[in-house]
Structures are given as structure tokens and as C-alpha cells.
């Protein structure tokens, strides 16, 4: 499964963007999709997960309540709609897909990678 995503930008404190994740070579509808990040000098944190039907979702602490991780199976996509973003969202996104169906928010299930999408939000 190859991932791509999209949607990154610079926005201003307050602002919102969507993130897009698509697959190519083959369907990722079967696999848990997440959605990770990552600032200068900070390890790959994990931020929103999503089962391989949509039915269950997890998201860290930090971005409970602002972000919403959705997918369209028919499109074979994955959003991240980011909302109320500030100073510290501030990172290069990616999303992965999982081996398992299930949601996770623990990096090691995550085996298929995207290249990357840079958020930057200004003070």
C-alpha cells in the first residue's frame, strides 16, 4: 500500500485545515488508518486513529475535542480535520495504515507510511 497525503498549509492560530490520506496500488479500506506527527526535534507522536470501518476512533489527549478523524470507504481516503489549531500543532503530519483492522494508537502497528504533509500554524 502506498499512501499519500495532503492538505498541509500555513495557517494563523485559530485557523482549520483537512488533511487527506489516499492509497494507491490497493485498497486500504481492510487496514486501521492514523494519523501521526511529527515537530523539529521531537519524536513521531501519534495524534488520531481510525478502524478499518470507521466505527471506533482515538485521538491523543492533545488534540481530543479539536481534531475529527473520518474516512470514505468508497473513495478510499482518510481525513483529519484539524479545528482551533495553535503554535504547538505545528509539525509535519503523515498517515499510516496499520496491519490490523482495528484502531491503535501505537506506532509499531503501523506498517505502511505516507511521505508527509507540513502543518504550520503562526502565532
Known amino acids: 500500500v502506498q499512501l499519500q497525503a495532503s492538505g498541509g498549509g500555513l495557517v494563523p492560530a485559530g485557523g482549520s485545515l483537512r488533511l487527506s490520506c489516499s492509497a494507491s496500488r490497493r485498497t486500504f479500506s481492510n487496514n486501521g488508518v492514523g494519523w501521526f506527527r511529527q515537530a523539529p526535534g521531537k519524536d513521531r507522536e501519534f495524534v488520531a486513529g481510525?478502524?478499518?470501518?470507521?466505527?471506533?476512533?482515538t485521538y491523543a489527549d492533545s488534540v481530543k475535542g479539536r481534531f475529527i478523524i473520518s474516512r470514505d470507504i468508497a473513495k478510499n481516503t482518510v481525513s483529519l480535520q484539524m479545528n482551533s489549531l495553535q503554535p504547538e500543532d505545528t509539525a509535519v503530519y503523515y498517515c499510516?495504515?496499520?496491519?490490523?483492522?482495528?484502531?491503535?494508537?501505537?506506532?509499531?502497528?503501523?506498517?505502511?507510511w505516507g511521505q508527509g504533509t507540513q502543518v504550520t500554524v503562526s502565532s
Open positions: 481510525i478502524s478499518w470501518n470507521g466505527g471506533s476512533t
Open positions: 499510516a495504515a496499520s496491519l490490523r483492522a482495528t484502531v491503535s494508537a501505537a506506532r509499531s502497528e503501523y506498517r505502511y
